[in-house]
């Protein structure tokens, strides 16, 4: 075959391969049970109800946060094979199931104060958008264990960076405290899930 007829040929069967490389990559994301947990949450959370006071604001966000962080837990007990994966599965469904009580506890008998706060929510939002694109870029690899690690290294992030602006703009005891245990303990979390990732690739 001609030298130049040869080229073009194979450019567009690298384009071809390549393209069908990245749908297969966008397809197991879409079709991920993590990632369905994880856009239902954010669906949840865009369409719950805001009141500009950031300790009430954190604490509803922050419950749903959890219940999806609990729901991917119970699917990679379901779906994973690694006993190390599993175990920390189960802690987090113990720790965020207890930490829901207690923001639940909070709402319950809290009312939005003023002055209200807006940025704090568009900073919340901002937070959770960036850990949505972070995980969309994630190359999931349709192994249960490694997957969940992978984006419970994303969920846990949102949550840091979440809880360290209710550091910023909380006024009540209660959230604040909770917020400094979520970034203690999931920053500490974020390090296990990454070392298991490292030696498990």
């Not at 805001?50 to 509803?60: G, L």
């Not at 984006?151 to 550091?167: F, K, P, R, T, Y």
């Amino acid at each position: 075959m001609n030298r130049l007829v040869r080229l073009p040929l194979l450019f567009l069967l690298f384009l071809g391969l390549a393209f069908t490389a990245c749908k297969k990559d966008h397809d197991m994301a879409h079709d991920s049970p993590y990632m369905k947990i994880m856009n239902d949450m954010m669906t949840r959370m865009d369409a719950q109800v805001k009141t500009q006071d950031p300790d009430h604001d954190f604490a509803t966000q922050m419950v749903l946060h959890h219940d999806a962080a609990i729901q991917m837990a119970q699917e990679e007990l379901r779906t994973g094979s690694n006993q190390e994966m599993k175990t920390m599965a189960q802690d987090i469904i113990t720790q965020q199931q207890a930490e829901i009580a207690q923001f639940n506890a909070f709402t319950s008998g809290h009312q939005p104060r003023q002055p209200l706060v807006p940025q704090f929510n568009a900073i919340q939002k901002a937070n959770m958008d960036r850990m949505m694109a972070t995980s969309d870029g994630r190359t999931l690899t349709a192994r249960p264990d490694y997957d969940f690690a992978q984006l419970m290294v994303d969920h846990h992030q949102a949550a840091i960076d979440n809880s360290e602006a209710l550091l910023q703009y909380g006024r009540e005891t209660t959230t604040r405290t909770l917020a400094q245990a979520i970034i203690t303990d999931q920053r500490r979390e974020i390090a296990m899930l990454q070392d298991w990732l490292t030696r498990n690739r």
